[in-house]
């Protein structure tokens, strides 16, 4: 499989050409921002992702990590490769300039974020968990913690983890039992287990800080009796400096069907001494912050995946010579065609390529909103970012990470039975992908948050505000077909959602899985018109063609999937609960 290259001329059209970046950072007072300096950072942020992890992805996942003696070793290069990255300040994008971060809007960002999770999924997901647990203490960390850990969270000389899941309690945290004991000095003793938490130790750094949900002697049952801590690896010393390791420890390496090389561990907490985060009770709020960023950002995981894999199987698509193709013979000098000649490699390479631009250009309107919802002065357009955001989360986690198992899955095909072989590199995506649908929330849950808070509360804020931003879009599309198209396909979409609101609470959870995907097809068939219709005036023939003729091949061929998932929606959910649980246990 060819080497990951990042996808710059599809980038800097959706940046500049289809967002006009500069007009929106002006509007935010980010005019220091600008098209040179956006294009640089992609520039230095893809010679980074393509040379210098994307080289380490195979070899990571063949040598996994080790536990020996307590420590944990990431395969060779990891280490290496992730002090380049904090020494060149990439750790260090969304930081506050107050702990010297960068503070580059949030679309300047997440396209290196892509690129890093398209090129070493693995090695990505540690920085990952940082900028989400960056975003944590700095929202709700004492002033102490925030001058204690910041700066060095930001930099990247230390990492964070999300300590959550416990071996008895999944997604349901009511039922965690990590406890938090109150000491003298104002610190907590930490004891518990917690699962699956990636990036629990490594040999990339000398600290890691672990943000764990526990409940205090005094917490009532549920989710509201818990609190969130912040766990140091290693003390850290009045001076700054470091000082004696603290009572926890790593219990095994869980043993995993993907993401090989990203340690993934079993934390044991012995009366570790843990700083409250927040306030006492109201910790799940805070987790919050970190746990949505790190949602979306598991979004980009499926994008990043599905733009290594197509880029795999069109490499090889091209080059694999099998057959003559039906139309005539394209390889008069051959034996035979490139199998890219044959209807059915091209539908999948088509539908590779329609799903995964798409997607990106959700994630990059995302960012925009993100960068609004920071930046603006204007509390109204603050307001209104945050309701987007919180309503596209779910739909930008879940449906994205689908879309990287269909299009990984997809590249397999193309690959043949070579995809199915280790060396290419292909089935290793598929692997990595799986994970993707499961953590932070699985997208069953990802699909339920939808229907049962963001599409049914605040009065249809959420709703409203997400229809507004697309109604923009529609609006700014010139070409008057696609405007009607944009904005029927839109239109359907709103008024189907107000008339799921009023479904009750059983038939929502069935529709849920639904929903999240007729929302997704129908939201991303405005995004493809929109963007085809900016390519149409552009200079570069090839965005111009490649854009118009891959949307054509979305609204033909993907978006009447809608139809099916539109199908179930308004279906009661008799069906799903009203089967007996014995009629499941059955002998043929």
Same mark, same amino acid.
């Given at each position: 499989?060819?080497?990951?290259?990042?996808?710059?001329?599809?980038?800097?059209?959706l940046l500049?050409?289809?967002l006009?970046?500069?007009?929106?950072?002006?509007?935010?007072?980010?005019? /220091?921002?600008?098209?040179?300096?956006?294009?640089e950072?992609?520039?230095?942020?893809?010679?980074?992702?393509?040379?210098?992890?994307?080289?380490?992805?195979?070899e990571?996942?063949?040598?996994?990590? +080790?536990?020996?003696?307590?420590?944990?070793?990431?395969?060779?290069?990891?280490?290496e490769?992730?002090?380049?990255?904090?020494?060149?300040?990439?750790?260090?994008?969304?930081?506050?300039?107050?702990y010297?971060?960068?503070e580059l809007?949030?679309?300047?960002?997440v396209?290196?974020?892509e690129?890093?999770?398209?090129a070493?999924?693995?090695?990505?997901l540690i920085s990952?968990?940082?900028?989400?647990?960056?975003?944590?203490?700095n929202?709700?960390?004492?002033?102490t913690?925030?001058?204690?850990?910041?700066r060095?969270?930001?930099?990247?000389?230390?990492?964070?983890?999300?300590?959550?899941?416990e071996?008895?309690?999944?997604?349901d945290?009511?039922?965690?039992?990590?406890k938090?004991?109150?000491?003298?000095?104002?610190s907590?003793?930490?004891?518990?287990?917690k699962?699956?938490?990636?990036?629990?130790?490594?040999?990339?750094?000398?600290?890691?800080?672990?943000?764990?949900?526990?409940?205090?002697?005094?917490?009532?049952?549920g989710?509201?009796?818990?609190?969130?801590?912040?766990?140091?690896?290693?003390m850290?010393?009045?001076?700054?400096?470091?000082g004696?390791?603290?009572?926890?420890?790593?219990?095994?390496?869980e043993?995993?069907?993907?993401?090989?090389?990203?340690?993934?561990?079993?934390?044991?907490?012995?009366?570790?001494?843990?700083?409250?985060?927040?306030?006492?009770?109201?910790?799940?709020?805070c987790?919050?912050?970190?746990?949505?960023?790190a949602?979306?950002?598991v979004?980009?995981?499926?994008?990043?995946i599905?733009?290594?894999?197509f880029?795999?199987?069109?490499?090889?698509?091209?080059?694999?010579?099998?057959?003559?193709?039906?139309?005539?013979?394209?390889?008069?000098?051959?034996?035979?065609d490139?199998?890219?000649?044959q209807?059915?490699v091209?539908?999948?390479?088509?539908?590779q390529?329609?799903?995964?631009?798409?997607c990106?250009?959700?994630?990059?309107?995302?960012?925009?909103?993100?960068?609004?919802?920071?930046?603006?002065?204007?509390?109204?357009?603050?307001?209104?970012?945050?309701?987007?955001?919180a309503?596209?989360?779910?739909?930008a986690?879940?449906?994205?990470?689908?879309v990287?198992?269909?299009?990984?899955?997809?590249?397999v095909?193309?690959?043949?039975?070579?995809?199915?072989?280790?060396?290419w590199?292909?089935?290793?995506?598929?692997?990595d992908?799986?994970?993707?649908?499961?953590?932070?929330?699985?997208?069953?849950i990802?699909?339920?948050?939808?229907?049962g808070?963001?599409?049914?509360?605040?009065?249809?804020?959420m709703?409203n505000?997400t229809?507004?931003?697309?109604?923009s879009?529609?609006?700014d599309?010139?070409?008057a077909?696609?405007?009607?198209q944009?904005g029927?396909?839109? +239109?359907?979409?709103?008024?189907?959602?107000?008339?799921?609101?009023?479904?009750?609470?059983i038939?929502?959870? =069935?529709?849920?899985? /639904?929903?999240?995907?007729y929302?997704?097809?129908?939201?991303?068939?405005?995004l493809?018109?929109?963007?085809?219709?900016?390519?149409?005036?552009v /200079?570069?023939?090839?965005?111009?063609?490649?854009?118009?003729?891959t949307?054509?091949?979305y609204?033909?061929?993907?978006?009447?999937?809608?139809? =099916?998932?539109?199908?179930?929606l308004?279906?009661?959910?008799?069906?799903?609960?009203?089967?007996?649980?014995s009629?499941?246990?059955?002998?043929a």
């Open positions: 499989m060819p080497q990951y290259q990042a996808p710059l001329t599809d980038m800097q059209f500049h050409d289809w006009k970046l500069d007009q929106h950072y002006d509007k935010l007072g980010l005019g /220091d921002f600008d098209q040179e300096l956006v294009n950072i992609l520039s230095q942020g893809a010679k980074f992702a393509e040379q210098v992890i994307a080289p380490l992805n195979r990571g996942d063949e040598q996994s990590c +080790k536990l020996a003696n307590g420590k944990v070793t990431t395969p060779d290069g990891f280490s490769a992730y002090q380049e990255y904090i020494a060149n300040g990439w750790n260090a994008m969304l930081g506050s300039a107050d010297d971060g960068q809007p949030y679309s300047m960002a396209p290196v974020h690129m890093l999770n398209a070493n999924i693995s090695w990505r990952m968990l940082t900028e989400s647990a960056v975003l944590a203490v929202k709700h960390g004492s002033q913690l925030k001058e204690t850990y910041l060095q969270l930001i930099s990247g000389e230390w990492t964070g983890t999300m300590c959550l899941t071996p008895h309690a999944g997604t945290l009511s039922l965690l039992s990590t938090a004991e109150p000491q003298d000095d104002g907590y003793a930490i004891t518990g287990s699962i699956f938490i990636s990036g629990g130790d490594q040999d990339w750094t000398d600290n890691v800080l672990h943000l764990v949900l526990a409940r205090l002697p005094d917490a009532r049952p989710v509201r009796g818990i609190s969130l801590f912040l766990v140091p690896k290693v850290v010393n009045a001076d700054g400096s470091l004696e390791t603290n009572t926890l420890s790593v219990g095994s390496l043993k995993k069907m993907g993401i090989k090389a990203c340690p993934t561990c079993v934390m044991n907490f012995d009366q570790a001494k843990g700083f409250i985060v927040g306030e006492p009770h109201k910790g799940l709020a987790m919050f912050t970190m746990m949505n960023d949602r979306f950002q979004g980009l995981q499926g994008l990043g599905s733009e290594a894999a880029q795999g199987a069109l490499a090889y698509a091209r080059e694999r010579l099998q057959s003559r193709a039906p139309q005539g013979v394209q390889n008069p000098d051959g034996k035979a490139p199998i890219m000649a209807p059915d091209r539908k999948m390479l088509l539908t390529k329609a799903l995964t631009e798409g990106r250009a959700l994630s990059l309107l995302y960012a925009t909103q993100m960068d609004i919802e920071k930046s603006s002065d204007d509390e109204n357009a603050k307001h209104s970012a945050a309701a987007v955001l309503f596209l989360t779910p739909i986690k879940g449906f994205m990470t689908d990287g198992l269909e299009v990984s899955n997809l590249g095909q193309v690959f043949g039975g070579h995809g199915f072989i280790r060396e590199g292909m089935e290793q995506l598929v692997r992908s799986r994970i993707t649908m499961l953590y932070e929330g699985t997208n069953g990802q699909a339920a948050d939808l229907v808070r963001k599409l049914s509360r605040d009065n249809g804020d709703l505000a229809v507004a931003v697309f109604e879009l529609v609006g599309i010139e070409d077909t696609s405007k009607e944009a029927q396909i839109l +239109k359907e979409w709103h008024e189907l959602s107000l008339q799921l609101k009023q479904q009750s609470s038939d929502l959870a =069935g529709a849920a899985y /639904d929903y999240m995907h929302s997704a097809y129908s939201l991303i068939g405005v493809w018109l929109s963007m085809a219709d900016s390519a149409n005036r /200079d570069n023939e090839l965005v111009k063609a490649g854009k118009a003729s949307c054509a091949f609204i033909k061929r993907l978006l009447p999937r809608k139809d =099916g998932f539109q199908f179930n308004l279906e009661n959910a008799n069906d799903l609960v009203d089967v007996a649980d009629l499941f246990d059955y002998q």
